[in-house]
């Protein structure tokens, strides 16, 4: 039986997708990098500086930077995600997601975040959410970004459970291979075709619920 849920951050909880692209999108431009929707697509659950690097390669400026510049290209980006960040307000949750939080949390579910982010702590703090999660999982501990599974096998660690019997909920193609790996049950948020490993597909944050999730277990795997 399940008894504990690992939440992705940004794209799951909330849309700061659209805030790391909006800082990234001026790297970009300070570089030369033309900007795409592939491009932006592909920087999701992607760590700060593996980010910095596929803007480069993208314009072909890899081989352009010092690593002290690169160093400043990956601060200036956070302090502009930050200042965008510090407008956050619970008002940005993504529909469906207090009410789910609240369920698990009165239900007695374990719950950790699973995010690259390092700003996972402050985002939560702006929404008004982080006294649901037992755990937070700190990405400059990890050896490897997602789509390995270090970070799922963490954060069940450190809420005590096997991952066995843990969900895991994402929004990338990268986050649902990483909880496929970790051995954990998979829910992907958002376009099925691309999310086709996940275990458990909904298109929006809308239908998570415990119901729903029920239901989806039941069925048997196509
Ligand atoms: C998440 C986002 C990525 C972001 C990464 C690192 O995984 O999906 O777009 O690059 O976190 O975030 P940070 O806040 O540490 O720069
Ligand atoms: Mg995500």
Redesign the pocket.
Known sequence: DIQGFVF????VITD??RL??QA?RHIAEQVGTPWSQKLQDS??????M??LELILQAGNREHDFTDAQKQEL?TA??KE?LRLVEQLTPADILPGVSDFLRDLYNHEYRMAIA??????PTVLEHLGIARYFHNVVD?STLKHG?PDPEIFTKAAALINLDPQVCIGVED?AAGVAGINAAGETSIGIGDPQVLSAADINFTSTEQLSLANIRHAMRQPVA
């Open positions: 992705d951050l940004d794209g700061t997708a790391h692209s990234w920087l999701k659950g992607i760590s700060r593996e980010s990956a980006k956070n995600y995010s690259a982010s390092k700003n996972a990405p997602k990338a």
